[in-house]
């Protein structure tokens, strides 16, 4: 089983499972081996990538730039990477692993 998140030279990679639709956009806890999202765009057009984008920029304080999915960007479950994040989300303590030193 590999970590919902792992940091990596600064970065921190995240594996999130994605809820589609959601009536708005928020974390939702473990899903297994992933950390689940509600996002309330719909899953056409790209437009719930870019709010899951959107989304992980805005929590973590990052710029848009900043924040790139590595892989599943067809699929609910992604492998998203983000850049040398300043802030950790409240609602994530205990799922991922406080930045090393």
């Keep these: 089983m590999t970590p919902a998140a792992l940091w990596q030279e600064g970065n921190l990679l995240l594996s999130c499972h994605l809820q589609p639709g959601a009536s708005r956009s928020e974390w939702s806890g473990a899903h297994g081996d992933a950390i689940k999202i509600r996002i309330k765009a719909p899953p056409v057009d790209g437009k ?3 709010e899951l984008i959107r989304f992980l920029a805005a929590e973590f ?3 848009k730039r900043a924040v790139s999915i590595l892989s ?4 609910r479950r992604k492998r998203v990477s983000i850049e040398q994040p300043t802030v950790l989300p409240s609602a994530l303590n205990g799922l991922i692993p406080l930045r090393p030193v």
Aim: glycine content about 10%; charged content about 10%.
């Design 48 to 50: 719930a990538n870019a």
């Design 61 to 63: 304080s990052v710029s």
């Design 72 to 75: 599943g960007e067809l699929n």
